[in-house]
């Protein structure tokens, strides 16, 4: 499986945010986005993840076969809002980005597990800390398998510990042929990966 980029455009409400950009993962790959604020990272993700449109260029997923026919059907894209019910409790949150996503992989405790958070599966969600909504988000790309893991600033809110956990994870994700983009200000504890800097500073 390849995740390609040629010559992609993004703009926002008619202006191009960034043109010319180009990558290819393969299994096990990562690529790191920086940049100063304001640069495209965000909007970068959002047109790979199929949430904005592709202004110029060419965009796939190869190799996916009938499970990942094309590129948003084989990302998960961790936002900057945790896209949860607060009235729902985080188990209730997590069954329904299951049975949305599909291709059940882990069990809602395993992944509740995964992040800490086995004990908060009863509450609801809005009753969480700002660091917990984020380890439960990160719970989400665990339920259902895709390949593709696309992260908007993913340990925004994380102390130090859950970081190094979330580091863990994603160093396992890319272990067993997954890809990753991440666009962050922040090291992500991950070693041999590609980076793309974006903007002129
Ligand atoms: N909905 C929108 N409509 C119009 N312009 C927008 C919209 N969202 C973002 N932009 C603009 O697009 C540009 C890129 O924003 P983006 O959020 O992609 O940057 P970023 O690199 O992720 O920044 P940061 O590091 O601050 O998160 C900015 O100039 C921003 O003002």
Sequence with gaps: MRLIAEEIEGRRAGETIFSGIGFTLGEGDGLIVTGPNGAGKSTLLRVVAGLLPLAHGRLEFEDGGEDFPSVESACHYLGPDNAMKTALTVSENLAFWQSFFGRPHLSILEALEMVGLETIGH???GYLSTGQRRRVSIAKLMVSHRPVWLLDEPTSGLDKHSEAQFSELMRMHLLGGGMIVAAT?????????Q???MGGH
């Design 185 to 193: 200000h922040l090291p992500l504890g991950l070693e041999g990966v």
């Design 123 to 125: 509450l609801p969600f």
């Design 195 to 197: 980076e793309l800097r």
